[in-house]
């Protein structure tokens, strides 16, 4: 059953991110089903280098048993991992049907953010990407917290979701205006949304993948905020 929702909340995250590709496609000026194109290609290949990513930074806990890196219904993928398998997927179909890379990665960033909200709640089935201890009974809550290896912990899963909720109504709301700026700037602010939230959520879970003493996607939030902030400022400038 755990894994049925899981795999459930990642498949209505996809659903949902293509449902608002398809119902944007035509308004930005893209041909119709080029939502659809981008699942085809982004998806598989978000899936491999997100559970490659996670292997990759807790090799300990796969080199003595290589077969567990199939087993993905385990839990154990990284988002930044599928957002960049995801990046290379929407290239390739750039390059094979002639498309702007970043027109298609406008039309991806809402859509992108509004499936990572609903597919987070696949943590909460696992039981995993929780937080740290709460002992104080009156805040032993949920949406606050959440019950999960015999204690109540954050429910930084949630928070990370709720986040990301109200990044895709801001980038929605916004997109007519971003889109004016040029190619790339309604990419560049879910950079921005995501890449902020992460950098403080991040700080507040027990299951970090690590790089030494950094937290790894926290670092990697900060360099990517720049980033986007710093191509935001240029086309803003123009």
Known sequence: MQFNLYGLAIALGVAAAMLYMSRQEQAQGLPRDTGID?????????????????????????????????RIWEGGVAIYGGIIG???????????KKLPFLALADLVAPGLLLGQAIGRWGNFFNGEAYGRLITDPALQFFPLAVYADGAWHMATFFYESMWN???VLFLHLNRKRFLARGRGVLFAWY???????????????????????FRVSQV??????????????RRYRR
Do not use: N
């Open 191 to 213: 950079v921005i949304w995501y890449g902020l939230g992460r950098m403080v959520i991040e700080g507040l879970r027990t299951d970090s993948l690590m790089w030494g003493s």
């Open 38 to 70: 981008i699942a085809l290609y982004a998806v598989p290949l978000a899936v491999v280098v997100s559970r490659l990513y996670y292997v990759a930074f807790t090799w300990d806990r796969y080199k003595g048993d290589l077969l567990g890196i199939l």
């Open 220 to 233: 990697l939030s900060v360099l990517l905020v720049l980033a986007a902030g710093a191509w935001v400022i």
């Open 165 to 167: 909720l109200a990044g």
């Open 86 to 96: 995801g990046a290379l997927g929407v290239w390739w179909l750039s390059r094979r």
